[in-house]
């Protein structure tokens, strides 16, 4: 594997409000983007994928562990050095519509860092633009026209060039396509995949679709309740899941053809049956008192052992892969059925 460029360590983000217990968001989690690689994030909403982008990003404060770029800790920067990191790492998120200042040109926002924070000229700001915007295939006169003018699929690809005009090495995309139409969808991860392989960019790409999140990753990381079920290679996770969370998930992906679509929302509706011993299972978000596996509730192939005891994510040697459960991790008796 090549070098990371960005290392999440044993991260912890918990969130506070007054009188209340603190809600932990974020569990011990830690993952690694080689340069010129693409991992990926999936989880369900509420699994903490878009708090540690956050964390990432400096926009909230872990509780515990550390995110470091190329082997700096990113929070303990100089004010000067935050300004380049705001160059090397940036973020497509998932509203098109709000990433845009509406009373504003389109070429003023896109330009906005290369004007206060790299203090370019006019004229390279220009030149920067147009190749930006040609990269994704939007013309040079799209700076003159205001975001209320285009589709959600054109706004999407201009905070895609907002990002590329500053020449970053980290690009991070929170749920960047899913609020868009299915063929607008295909369309920019196409984009998003032409653009990250042509600049050599290191990607953490967010997403509740297993299916997108395939097609576009080097690596997965799969995400529950703030914690790792399951990590390795884009393939194999997605073809031949360990976890149990991960095969709801691989399940909860639409297939083109209706009777086979029928029969895996049977066979993930089935899996959601109370474990015996374990009490209902719920399809929200139930997280067990600590020390026990967060997806006991609702597992069913759960044991006694997983209310009892946080299962370590093991590692398989000759894939690559790893995986955090009692019953699929190596040297079980037995592992559950893809």
């Keep these: 594997m090549s070098e990371a460029l960005l290392r999440v360590e044993d991260l912890v983000v918990d969130y506070r409000s007054k009188g209340r217990r603190p809600v932990r968001a974020v569990d011990r989690v830690s993952l690694a983007i080689p340069r010129g690689q693409t991992v990926g994030l999936v989880g369900e909403s509420g699994s903490g994928k878009s708090t540690i982008a956050a964390a990432v990003l400096g926009l909230v404060a872990p509780t515990g562990g550390r995110v470091l770029l190329e082997g ?40 906005e860092l290369l004007r206060h924070n790299l203090r370019l000229p006019p004229d390279q700001i220009e030149a920067r633009l147009a190749q930006a915007l040609a990269e994704v295939g939007m013309g040079p006169e799209a700076v003159d026209r205001f975001p209320s003018q285009f589709s959600g699929g054109q706004l999407q690809r201009l905070a895609i060039a907002r990002a590329m005009v500053v020449q970053p090495k980290l690009l991070i995309c ?28 290191s990607n953490l790409f967010i997403s509740h679709d297993l299916s997108v999140v395939t097609y576009l990753s080097d690596r997965i990381v799969v995400l529950f309740a703030g914690q790792v079920m399951e990590e390795g290679p884009a393939g194999l996770v997605s073809a031949s899941p360990r976890h149990p969370y991960t095969q709801s998930l691989a399940l909860a992906a639409p297939v083109p053809d209706v009777a086979k679509q029928a029969a895996r929302r049977r066979q993930r509706l089935a899996g959601r049956a109370a474990p015996a011993g374990l009490g209902p299972a719920d399809s ?32 398989f040697a000759a894939t690559g892969a790893a995986v955090a459960c009692h019953v699929a991790a190596p040297g079980s008796e037995e592992g559950p059925t893809p």
């Design 72 to 111: 700096e800790p990113m929070d303990r920067r100089s004010r000067a050095a935050r300004a380049e990191l705001a160059r090397q790492v940036q973020a497509v998120f998932q509203d098109p519509f709000g990433s845009m200042n509406p009373t504003r040109k389109v070429g003023h926002t896109l330009g």
């Design 174 to 201: 929170d749920e960047a396509v899913s609020s868009l139409d299915l063929s607008v969808q295909a369309q920019v991860i196409n984009l998003l995949a032409s653009v990250t392989a042509a600049r050599g960019l």
């Design 284 to 315: 929200g978000m139930v997280v067990p008192a600590a020390p026990g596996c967060a997806y006991a509730p609702r597992c069913p192939v759960a044991i006694g052992r997983c209310l009892r005891e946080r299962p370590a994510l093991v590692s």
